[in-house]
């Protein structure tokens, strides 16, 4: 059951979730939300449950981390002149390929009192049988090379989506070959699917942006391919 949330951070969700979407979506064997309503905070923070013990108990700390501690911080803040509670959403989708690993990319709402309200992007990688976290350092064996190579493929194909204020706005250090760059990503069945938080390649009002990029782009990089078997 998901926990009603108040329609400012609501509508932040919806202003961005077109640029949201996974091919690869996955049914969720069990999910859970904490949620909490009150006068200074509302909050809903959804997880999935996959019946990996490993994999479970590591979202479910983040999860529970993340409420708790924006909890704690507005908890004890004065309500906002606009008498709008401050608001915390996390909903997520899954995204696994065929062959085994399981990517879960939550999006972050946050309503603190000011503007329209922060989103964000973060994403959890595993092994699904082990329930060993992935990272890109632990993809491939030469992380230098491989980010130099998404890079090159990345930079062009976001500059010409990019149109009016978001290509006036565009940044193209935010997709520069370092790691803090490309963080944010899921495991897909064809490669890599990379997520870029809102005003690190273009306006934050651009929203979430992502670019897929397929395995032969990386593939020399790669120490073996077990992780897409192809």
């Known amino acids: 059951m998901k926990y009603r949330i108040l329609a400012g951070v609501l ?3 919806l202003v961005f979730a077109g640029s949201f979407n996974a091919s690869a979506d996955i049914r969720i064997p069990e999910e859970n939300c904490i949620g909490q309503s009150g006068a200074s905070v509302a909050l809903s923070v959804c997880y999935p449950r996959f019946g990996v013990p490993a994999i479970d108990e590591d979202i479910r700390s983040w999860a529970e981390g993340l409420a708790t501690q924006f909890s704690q911080r ?3 803040e004065s309500i906002p002149p ?3 509670p401050y608001q915390l959403a996390a909903d997520y989708r899954a995204v696994r390929s065929p062959y085994g690993p399981i990517s879960v990319v939550w999006k972050i ?3 603190t009192g000011s503007g329209l309200g922060k989103i964000e992007v973060f994403s959890a990688n595993y092994e699904s049988l082990t329930g060993t976290p992935l990272s890109l350092l632990d993809i491939f ?3 230098e090379d491989a980010l130099a190579d998404i890079a090159a493929y990345v930079q062009p194909r976001i500059e010409h989506r990019l149109e009016g204020a978001c290509a006036a706005g565009y940044n193209a ?3 520069g070959p370092e790691a803090d760059n490309y963080g944010t990503f899921a495991v897909t069945s064809s490669g890599l699917r990379f997520y870029f938080q809102p005003g690190q390649v273009a306006p934050p009002q651009c929203g979430v942006l992502t ?3 397929p395995l032969a782009v990386f ?3 790669l120490p073996d391919t077990h992780l897409w078997r192809h």
Do not use: I, T
Request: net charge positive; proline share 0%; aromatic share 8%.
């Open 109 to 111: 709402a946050r309503y």
């Open 74 to 76: 507005y908890g004890r």
């Open 211 to 213: 670019q897929d990029v």
């Open 11 to 13: 509508a932040l969700l």
């Open 219 to 221: 593939r020399k990089c």
């Open 82 to 84: 606009s008498h709008v």
């Open 173 to 175: 250090d935010g997709l």
């Open 141 to 143: 064996g030469s992380l």
